[in-house]
């Protein structure tokens, strides 16, 4: 099964992920994160299946983020209501989000995404 690639078109490092993946001549199922949202069950998935806190995949630097003061309400919030919220929009989620076999890793980060590909 191809690993998939949660990423904003737009964004830099997401831009790198993906170039990074084409010169290793890694296949993989690209998915963009603002049309094609991760719903709550999806997220909670990968959110177990990545061993990270919940928290990681965030996108603390993105601007509904910080409109939203999610820094000062996340720590009041269960985790389902975080899912919950996650799913609402995708500019929320960190990204590239790495979804393969051998686990999750939202962002990018060679050695992470080596040992998961």
Known sequence: MKPTVLYYAKCTTCQKALKWLEER???YEGRPIKEENPTADELRDWYEKSGLPLKRFFNTSGLLYKE??????????SEEEQL??????GM??????LVSEKGVHPGFKESA???LL
């Open 25 to 27: 001549g890694i296949a």
């Open 68 to 77: 939203m003061s999610l820094k000062d309400k996340l720590p009041g919030m």
């Open 84 to 89: 919950a919220l996650l799913a609402t929009d």
């Open 92 to 97: 929320l989620v960190k990204r590239p989000l």
């Open 113 to 115: 995404w080596e040992s």
